[in-house]
């Protein structure tokens, strides 16, 4: 490990690069654009992981790919960049390998660099002949290079969509899927915006696609490897016994996971990174790509709604499931689909959360919007004041709102950081921003600076916290409450 300076990873999460001109409105603000050509480096880095801060670094050694597009430096990070292209494109990747042993780029059934020797450069062409989500990764020494760090995602759009339909993610795409994706925008438990649609007036991306890259890191067993003489290989078997099976320790004495994470993030930072918590308005679906570079099973499990499994492994689903947990494999790729519908816990008619047969008021108190949660705040207003250095006083008053669902792994381990910090661990979310179905009253619910400022990062405008929707403004739609129940 002491064989080069290392790079200090960026806490803003992994970049996106998309190739080529023809994606049809990706909606990603801050994406890295390439001609037809990547450099790729195959090297070593030090990363800050869940802290990010000086008092408690927690670092992690990681093997990683850094990549250059039209003379742009990439952030650096594990995973590397997820690249997004179309189906049929092709691309020049040249691959240096910078470190000590044999490596790869590797995308099963398209692209295979071959063993790339210390020092070596190869430069070849990446025809892209499949849509969906898939891994590139090193496929030397299974499973070590590649959980070490060598993982990334691509994304592949279709071209077109099929005629005389809306687009879908795939191509070709099954009967029912395409049903579904018909449906979104232009039926009457669909209402909103289909997938590919995005609506300029209300800065709502068009293709929204969100990509949740699982990942478990070591840090005793990477620096282990880390620090073998150039050119000696490690055990695969050796490696895989000690991250599954280290006995317990606990002063973490052992070789098995610390950290779980989705795009290189973990805890706070991934929970609250809109580019990875969807984050968006009912009648807004979205798909999440999820795949799996490490060698632990997820049960990843949304709250607030259903969503339909609509792909796995390569393999369009011919009748989609509806589920709220489903299993993620090492080496898996599943697609959810979610159709941002209103949550099954707001009282309905028909009991399932779609609009069909809304309830507006139950006992002359609001049930949706939730108008009196809006008006909660945690702790409560003007009751928890603190000081800043200088003396000014501070209300630490936190709005609860907008509708924050989480995303958790039922695979318990996942859930911690460091051998035990609960909710440092595999987690992100669903955040509900306001509402397409019920008017331009209710297009936006009122939001604090903080929460804010993460929803302006990712679709790059300018929003005022607290005011796109007045609170009084609401209760001229919706009757104000009476005494309760």
């Not at 760090?149 to 759009?157: I, K, N, P």
């Not at 029912?176 to 991306?205: K, R």
């Not at 949550?343 to 507006?360: A, C, H, K, L």
């Not at 939001?447 to 790059?460: L, S």
Request: charged share 15%.
């Amino acid at each position: 490990m002491n064989r080069r300076d290392f790079l200090k990873l960026s806490a803003a999460g992994v970049a996106t690069l998309i190739v080529g001109s023809r994606i049809p409105g990706m909606g990603i603000t801050d994406a890295f654009a390439a001609t037809q050509t990547i450099d790729i480096t195959i090297t070593d880095a030090l990363k800050d992981m869940v802290t990010h801060n000086s008092i408690n670094t927690a670092q992690c050694y990681f093997w990683i790919y850094k990549m250059k597009a039209d003379g742009v430096d990439l952030p650096a990070d594990c995973p590397g960049p997820t690249i997004v292209a179309v189906n049929g494109d092709s691309i020049t990747l040249n691959i240096k390998n910078d470190l000590d042993e044999p490596h790869s780029f590797f995308i099963p059934g398209m692209f295979d660099s071959g063993a790339i020797n210390p020092g070596q450069t190869v430069t070849k062409t990446l025809t892209i002949n499949q849509t969906g989500a898939f891994l590139y990764y090193d496929n030397l020494n299974e499973p070590v290079n590649r959980v070490m760090g060598l993982h990334g995602a691509l994304v592949v759009r279709p071209s077109a969509a099929v005629l005389g339909h809306k687009f879908t993610p795939y191509d070709p795409p099954s009967t029912h899927v395409q049903n579904l994706f018909d449906d979104f925008g232009s039926s009457s438990h669909w209402p909103g915006l289909a997938w590919e649609e995005g609506d300029p007036n209300t800065s709502t991306p068009p293709f929204r696609t969100y990509v949740w890259l699982t990942h478990q890191a070591s840090p005793a067993l990477f620096a282990e490897v880390g620090n073998l003489p150039p050119g000696q290989i490690y055990n695969p078997q050796t490696f895989m016994n000690a991250f599954l099976r280290d006995p317990f320790s606990p002063t973490r004495n052992n070789r098995i996971p610390q950290f779980f994470t989705i795009n290189g993030q973990s805890g706070f930072f991934s929970h609250f990174s809109p580019a990875i918590t969807p984050m968006g308005r009912i009648g807004e679906p979205v798909v999440v790509h999820i795949l799996n570079a490490g060698l632990w099973t997820h049960s990843m499990h949304l709250h607030c709604n259903h969503f339909f499994v609509t792909s796995v492994n390569g393999v369009v689903s011919d009748n989609p499931i509806w589920v709220d947990v489903y299993n993620v494999h090492p080496m898996d790729r599943v697609d959810y689909t979610v159709p941002f519908m209103r949550s099954p816990d707001i009282p309905n008619r028909r009991g399932i959360g779609r609009p069909d047969e809304p309830m507006t008021t139950i006992n002359g108190h609001p049930v949706y919007p939730p108008i009196e949660e809006f008006e909660v705040y945690m702790p409560a207003a003007g009751k928890s004041i603190a000081q800043t250095a200088s003396g000014a006083n501070v209300d630490l008053k936190q709005r609860m709102s907008p509708l924050c669902y989480p995303m958790h792994d039922h695979s318990e381990p996942s859930q911690t950081a460091q051998g035990g910090n609960y909710n440092c661990g595999l987690i992100s979310g669903m955040y509900v921003t306001g509402d397409r179905n019920m008017g331009s009253s209710f297009m936006n619910f009122p939001m604090d600076e903080d929460f804010a400022m993460m929803f302006r990062n990712i679709r790059g405008i300018a929003i005022n916290p607290a005011q796109d929707v007045n609170v009084s403004d609401l209760r001229t739609v919706i009757p104000a409450p009476g005494p309760r129940p």
